[in-house]
């Protein structure tokens, strides 16, 4: 078979009826299924997940221990052969015919690989890349795309914070797909049954991750731009992850949200109010808060 254009990363658990249409959704609408690839990574208990197939599709099985969503995704990025690489999730179908090519043909705008383009996830919409759609030559700029601090959220808010940074700097890498639905079946948008995979996950256990990896993502912003700009772009390892603080609160929140230089004003303002929301309903301060 002829290499993979596309490899889409799909850490799954407890779901294999979910999977499996998401599976069947990608052969159905996929105008050259020989080029996509998708690369499960299946926790070593979930046997019935393990069994998962789907004739006609390119699979790769990574069968391991429960890790956080970052290490998922990560794994999955190193086992993948395609150079445009997306994150997806058990709980969404594709509903675009010839959504692969959509993907090449953005690729081929950016002839350096340094974009995050994202569909039309039919919830969140333009607000953020639910999705995210990197090129491999843009992950290996970023170094480590999906840190393994991210238990099971806010690699999509993480990345697209990244280039939001850069868009500020004035190289906007964003693309938004609004043609290309991946539709995301999530039990918030009234579209699926909570279920046990949704009860394990802690819902504000990311917060303080995102926050204290503010340097980590500014660092990467400037990574990328440093690479566009044509300078010196061999930066080495990136930034360390800085311990986690001891002093989570909400001067803390406004110190690292609101007074953070990199990002326009408008975008600090409305996501501190965001996270003061989440922090306060996190203490049971707070009646439930969008995510």
Known sequence: MPPADISLLLPTRGRPALAQRFLQSVLDTTSTPERVEVVLYIDDDDFASQALDCAGLRLIRI??????????????????????????????VIRS????????????????????????????????????????????RLIDPYPEAYLGAFIDLHLFDIFKRLQ??????????????????????????????????????????????????????KRLLDAIRSKTCDAGAPAEIPQPTRNYSLIYVTTVVLFDGGLPFFLRLKRWIWFCGRFLASKGLLGPIGR
């Not at 090519?101 to 690729?107: A, D, G, P, R």
């Not at 918030?188 to 993502?217: C, H, I, M, N």
């Open 63 to 92: 069968i391991g221990p429960s890790e956080s969503m970052g290490f998922y995704n990560t794994c999955c990025k190193n086992h993948a052969n395609g150079h445009i690489l997306v994150l997806v999730n058990d709980d969404m």
């Open 97 to 140: 015919p010839g959504w692969d090519q959509k993907l090449i043909e953005t690729e081929a705008d950016f002839p350096d690989g340094i974009f995050l383009a994202y569909p039309n996830d039919q919830n969140k919409g333009k607000a953020l890349c639910t999705f995210p759609i990197l090129s491999r030559r843009g992950c290996d």
């Open 168 to 221: 500020y700097a004035g190289e906007d890498r964003l693309r938004y797909l609004p043609e290309v639905i991946f539709e995301h079946l999530h039990y918030r948008t009234g579209k699926s049954a909570v279920d046990e995979t949704y009860r394990r996950r802690d819902r504000f256990g990311d917060d303080l991750a995102f926050l204290r990896l503010r340097p980590f993502r500014a660092a990467s912003a």
